[in-house]
């Protein structure tokens, strides 16, 4: 994927001089094995550097203010290999601007129990040492995830794993640009938020562009340059007739390679990470942009239509995140359901925007109707995406804070044929029931619109919001209607406290 964060975890071991100074020659010794087997795993999506032992406050502060300053470094992951008294950490833990994870572990797997002296317990105190650790922690208020178990258990790897991802996308984040060409669509409330608001809490900012800037762009496009991707549609996906170099609507696909070459050159050009566009301010271009959405889409660019700037970023987080695991991830929109009582569905989809990483088989290319907006047919690709578990993210701005709302579902291959519907579609159940689910979704006030994947999972949502500090609702299995309401008015009092307890 292009332009995705050069990104790496700091492992630093907090320890003490208690013990003399043979006791830290192997805690050293112990941490940097750790690093070295985790890094060889294979299970790591990031790679862990080892960073010298901590004894004293003073070192701890100036490795975390490093942390902070350092563009590669996306996070650190904390260890007390002895007892470290952790008070020592204050000073440096208050000013740790990186995400923070804490991997209670232990050297050794097993006890030797036959040979366990003194020797070997104060060598092994992460039992004490990481709870105190964890105090401190909590004491200050710190975000932060904690990973418990021992670091060659591969439950422990893939849950560090995960929040490594996140640690990226964070990153990500920091630096993420995007661009909305035209406002919000008329009247429409959800789709819309505090920018200023969103690029304080999150670091990504949003700005405008006139949809007459991109117009400029695409009409600099040269001819052999259309030729050269239209003869790559043709090699990569199933094209219609018509749209072929012979074909009489051939024309059509012209355009949609003009606007997709002077896309992507206008995010290049403005160091952009993902877009929005709306169909009711087209102004100077013939057609809403299909095609050339799902496949900068499919290169790792967020998007969302309507204006719709934070599912743009949801997106594109969850591009960043689910990076080089198999599954891909989409813009999708909840469109219309099935509704007969043995087998509640939803089919999802959008007007063209679904990004073809989520499809099963080969998309056929295809030129219809767009049926609003008064413009010419855009040519889209059309599939079903595949089947398989899923989560469906959204993100709302509630007026006092953001909230992520995020719904395990199952993805079915569709029960019949849809053969006039001209639109990527993906077809799921939802968790733990169709009624208990899009209840609890609307209870929450989700979007219609959101982030889609197969590899993204809950477990990286609630990490995305440790680390971001906003509220996080699942709705899974688990999920019941009286529960998940109280627990949207627990948070309503909790947020609304929780900024003056923060950092104390
Ligand atoms: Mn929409």
Redesign the pocket.
Known sequence: MKNIPNSEIWFLTGTQHLYGEGPLLQVTANSQSIVDQLNASGRLPLKLVFKPILTRPEEIRATLLEANNNSTCAGVITWCHTFSPSKMWINGLLQLRKPLLHLATQFNQDLPWAEIDMDFMNLNQAAHGDREHGFIHARLRLPRKVVVGHWSDFEVQDRVAAWMRVTRAWADWQNGRYVRFGDN?RQVAV?DGDKVAAEARFGFSVNTHGVGDLRAVMEAVNDASIDTLCAEYEATYEVAPALRKAGDRHAILRYNARQEIGLRSFLEEGGFTGFSDTFEDLHGLAQLPGLAVQRLMADGYGF???G?WKTAAVVRAMKVIADGLPGGASFM?DYTYELNPSGQLVLGS??LEICPSIAEGRPRLEVHPLGIGGKADPARLVFDARPGAAVNVALMDLGNRFRFLVNEVDAIKPPHDLPKLPVARAVWTCRPDFKTAVGAWIQAGGA??TGYSYAVTAEHIEDLSEIAGVEVAIIDAETRTREFRQQLRNNEIYYHIAPGLGRM
Do not use: F, S, V
Request: aromatic share 0%; hydrophobic share 25%; glycine share 10%.
């Open positions: 669509m789709t969302a239509g309507e719709d929109e959008h007007m219609h619109h």
